[in-house]
């Protein structure tokens, strides 16, 4: 596909329980970002990578929250024991970074609610 | 802290009419300012984008301002269209990380 693309697109887990999302970005995008969307508010940043550099990890709420990324690839971001307030859209953006100005492009997202 | 703030939730106009969507920031630091837009159930889709040495970019319909000093950048979108109905976020960036504004809801009316 040409675009960012994330699965699942509508999560519904329980308190408690660990869930994973799934980011496969475009074809040679070296940039990744996680971000979230709580409803009524902004997109909130919780994580980038690029390359095979130390991830930025600055936004991320708590170390029930962490992602992964293989090579310039998929990426996965993980949930543990998950909280209600994590209720939100989370979508994942790549972008080619030949310059720190790229244009983010976006998947759909994933909702997550969590009873 | 809100270093990006758009302080109205929702605008409506008419169709044919201009729009005028603001953003104001904190960190005079940004150096590169963009427009999303974003429709239900649909990630975000870049719009327009600014650098921080420049006033004024226009691309078609939409123009983009900003003013450093009053560190407060628009998007106008003229004339407006029933399609442009959307949610408008803004973004500002020094490097990597884009920080957003809590979006306007567009509604243009025909």
């Known amino acids: 596909g040409a675009g960012v693309s994330q699965s699942p697109s509508n999560k519904v887990t329980e308190k408690g329980k660990d869930v994973e999302l799934r980011c496969d970005p475009i074809?040679?995008?070296?940039?990744l970002y996680w971000y979230r969307q709580r409803l009524g508010q902004g997109l909130e940043f919780l994580i980038y990578?690029?390359?095979?550099?130390?991830?930025?990890k600055s936004g991320l709420p708590s170390d029930r929250f962490s992602a992964e990324r293989t090579g310039e690839s998929v990426s996965t971001l993980t949930i543990q024991r998950t909280q209600q307030e994590d209720s939100a859209v989370y979508l994942c953006?790549?972008?080619?970074?030949?310059?720190?100005?790229?244009?983010?492009?976006f998947g759909n997202g994933t909702r997550l609610t969590v009873t | 802290d809100q270093q990006v703030k758009q302080n109205s939730p929702s605008l409506s106009v008419q169709e044919g009419r201009i729009s005028i969507l603001n953003c104001d920031y904190t960190?005079?630091?940004?150096?590169?300012f963009l427009w999303y837009k974003k429709y239900p159930a649909e990630g975000p889709t870049f719009l327009i984008s600014?650098?921080?040495?420049?006033d004024k970019n226009e691309d078609g319909r939409f123009t983009v301002f900003l003013n450093k000093s009053a560190k407060h950048l628009s998007l106008h979108i003229v004339p407006s269209q029933p399609g442009d109905s959307a949610v408008y976020f803004c973004?500002?960036?020094?490097?990597?990380?884009?920080?957003f504004g809590a979006g306007t809801i567009l509604r243009v009316k025909s």
């Open positions: 953006a790549s972008s080619s970074d030949r310059s720190n100005n790229s244009p983010l492009h």
């Open positions: 074809s040679g995008h070296t940039a």
């Open positions: 990578f690029q390359g095979n550099s130390a991830p930025d």
């Open positions: 960190n005079s630091m940004f150096d590169y």
């Open positions: 600014i650098s921080s040495i420049k």
């Open positions: 973004a500002a960036s020094r490097g990597n990380k884009l920080v």
